[in-house]
């Protein structure tokens, strides 16, 4: 899991800045050696093969090797079932609960509400990432607030950090960018809010009162058919980035005039606050954990109400002052969140078990 997103981006980061000396502890990471090798890896960590796919049986069942272990970091609720006692699991949302497109079939849907209340009874900590998170187990799983530890993810400040006029200009037209645009990502799942988005904006680019084009980031595979479609009655205005390395997006986020984010649910929201730390302002749907994360620092829309998007969305972009605004508050924002807070909190979690 370690180049998903979201998920990949926090293995990514603890392992970039893990706390633990090898005086401290062993640590071994179970995962595909051709993918690990591509990361920056603690120097005393060892490797242990092991390529099951995600949900897969030989994944829920682990590795003989985590027999050996006395701590095993979970990073996804997908835990090995034997060795559970041993796992501080970390989980990002519920998702696959409340979105069914996420998980379809009768058989995952029962392991769903299997898995979690398996967590809750015999997992050895469990971190949500986010208090929305935390209180979304309470509430659907009744699970015991106490036991639950919130440990937020961050923003890597070295990576998003402003670019050079010249780089911005260099990589749109690479890219074949416009000049001017907003910015989204997050294509292709239900709980993203897409037809909503799009709908909305043909409205907008329809009777004249937006103008800006749309890009659209973070694409990992192929893009949907039906938004493909969208896209040919509105070539000038729908723009698709490729999937771009990491170290390349806040390039795609600085050039933005404004970022916008219609998603209906999130654990965390990554990409808020990656286009905040690069001072674009930001348009947020009002849902699930958003307004926890962006407090005052963004402007607000109601994620099904198209009229508020279209009021909200021309209100900011007519609005040079409100831009300014959002985008110094944004940045000032983005900085509660960074990784060595993250990882402080994580070691004191491991210390308390290992000393």
């Known amino acids: 899991m370690i180049e998903n997103s979201g998920i990949g981006i926090r293995i990514q980061h603890i392992l970039k800045f893990w706390p633990l000396s090898e005086k401290d502890a062993e640590l071994h990471i ?26 897969s049986i030989k994944e829920w069942l682990g590795h003989p090797s985590m027999k050996k272990m006395d701590i095993l970091d979970i990073p996804h609720f997908n835990v090995p079932i034997f060795y559970i006692r041993k796992c501080i699991v970390t ?6 609960y409340h979105f069914k497109t996420a998980h379809g079939s009768l058989v995952k849907r029962i392991y769903i509400q299997f898995i979690f209340r398996w967590i809750k009874w015999f997992a050895f900590k469990i971190i949500a990432v986010s ?13 015991q607030a106490a036991r639950v530890f919130v440990i937020y993810n961050g923003i890597d400040t070295e990576l998003f950090s402003k ?41 907008m680019w329809q009777d004249k009162s937006l103008k800006l084009p749309l890009v659209i980031g973070g694409i990992s595979k192929k893009v949907p058919n039906e938004l493909l479609e969208f896209q ?9 980035l490729p999937h771009l390395p990491y170290n390349k997006l806040p390039l795609a986020y600085q050039a933005a005039r404004l970022f916008i ?25 009002s849902a699930s954990v958003l307004s926890e994360i962006l407090k005052d620092t963004a402007e607000y829309f109601d994620p099904s109400d198209k009229d508020d998007l ?46």
Do not use: C
């Open 30 to 55: 179970f995962g595909d050696p051709s993918l690990l090798s591509k990361h920056n890896l603690p120097s005393h960590s060892k490797i242990i093969p092991y390529t099951a796919k995600i949900y």
């Open 91 to 96: 989980i990002h949302d519920l998702i696959p």
């Open 131 to 143: 208090e929305f998170t935390k209180k979304d187990l309470t509430k659907e799983f009744h699970y």
């Open 163 to 203: 670019g050079k006029a010249a780089e911005l200009s260099s990589f749109q037209k690479k890219y074949k960018l416009p000049k001017d645009y907003i910015f989204t990502v997050g294509i292709g799942k239900a709980h993203k809010n897409f037809p909503f988005l799009l709908e909305t904006l043909e409205e």
């Open 232 to 240: 040919k009655k509105h070539k000038t205005l729908i723009y698709f």
């Open 261 to 285: 984010y219609p998603s209906m649910y999130e654990g965390f929201g990554f990409p808020v606050l990656e286009a905040q730390a690069l001072g674009t302002p930001v348009l947020s749907s």
């Open 310 to 355: 279209k009021i909200k969305l021309s209100e900011v972009l007519k609005n040079q002052k409100k831009q300014k605004q959002l985008s110094k508050l944004g940045e000032t924002n983005s900085k509660r969140f960074l990784w060595k807070d993250a990882i402080e909190n994580l070691n004191s979690l491991y210390r308390s078990e290992i000393e």
